[in-house]
């Protein structure tokens, strides 16, 4: 008999019904919130065919010692139940978030379901039927998370080889077999794994800065959000190919930073001081390997070098990087009267390094 395998990941989460846990979309991860009580009851698993065995249930619980975790687990032949006053899906039943738990803990129990406490490898030789309904929760304060559902129909992978009087299902040496199989089918799974391992959207987020060594970007420091490292990862071989270019350097900017900054070069000051379009006449003095950035995020000293520690690493080898926080802009709204409730700052071009106003006593120069 084959090994079938049933991955809980995203569709059969998403339709799942979550009290005080979140599905994390990118890695078909469980949020378990702070709440002292958080509950999953998972959609039926149809295996087809009436009488089927089943094999094994595991997960990976990221979970405090203040929390207790509870996982409950049927199998039957038949999908529906008669309650003396009409007939229920069993999973609707389930998924029905106005019918109390303590009455679907009750049915779990009349169905002669297991009742399991602390474990996420658990056996289910002592279980058949068509239909298996899984129902999770976890009871305590903190916050954790839940991972890598997934459901083994056969659970082991050497019983068969063994004459017929060993081949009793839930014995001891069905059992103690299962020891072995759970290794070898933990390490199948870790094999199957690799392709999202590789991939910069699925990959820990421990290995990001190994895939940006990879790829020439030093991503150390931990100064980047996980999702900036991801994006810079996943556009690196593009980023690399544009190095040197404006539009690379912008588009880095844009990743560590979150917004879209303004980037002037020599020649583009010039031609901007030769249209009157442009009133920083103090900047016509750096060379033609400066660059100027213009940024509206507030960085402290130690981000400002972090920053361009990065950016550094897409320039060209003589430029020389030079950034320049914009002030915020004035506004005047509905609650500004009679003189009062408004400020505006005098002219000013941005601000320099720790807030130094660019005034006409600096000189961008070496």
Sequence with gaps: M???????????????????????????RLYLSPEEVRRLYL???????????????SFEADTTEDMMLYVYVMALDVDTVYDGEKTWRIEDLLLDPDIPDAQKKGFFARAQGLRVVG?????????????????????????????????????????????????????????FLSIFSSIYNDFEHEIDRLPDLLDPDTCPAVLLETYGQWLGIDLSGGYLSEEAMRSLVREGYHLNRMKGTRACLSRVLEIALGERPIILEQNTILSYLESGDFAGEELSHASIYDINILIKKRLNETEQ??????????????????????????????????????ILEE????????DMEMDEGVILDE
């Design 2 to 28: 084959p090994s079938i395998n049933y991955s809980i990941k995203k569709n059969r989460l998403s339709h799942a019904l979550l009290k005080g846990m979140e599905l994390v979309q990118e890695n078909d």
């Design 43 to 57: 959609p039926a698993i149809d295996q087809v065919q009436e009488g089927g065995t089943w094999g094994r249930l």
């Design 119 to 175: 474990k996420n490898d658990i056996l289910l030789y002592g279980l058949s039927g068509r239909y298996l309904f899984i129902a999770m929760e976890v009871i305590g304060g903190g916050e954790g998370f839940l991972s890598h559902l997934r459901v083994d129909v056969r659970g082991d992978n050497f019983l068969d080889t063994f004459p017929a009087v060993y081949q009793q299902r839930d014995g001891f040496f069905h059992r």
């Design 305 to 342: 070098h972090q920053l361009l520690h990065l950016i550094r690493q897409f320039t060209p080898l003589r430029s020389r990087i030079h950034l320049v926080r914009l002030k915020d802009s004035g506004l005047l709204d509905s609650n500004v009267y009679m003189d009062m409730n408004a």
């Design 347 to 354: 002219d000013a071009f941005g601000y320099f390094d720790e």
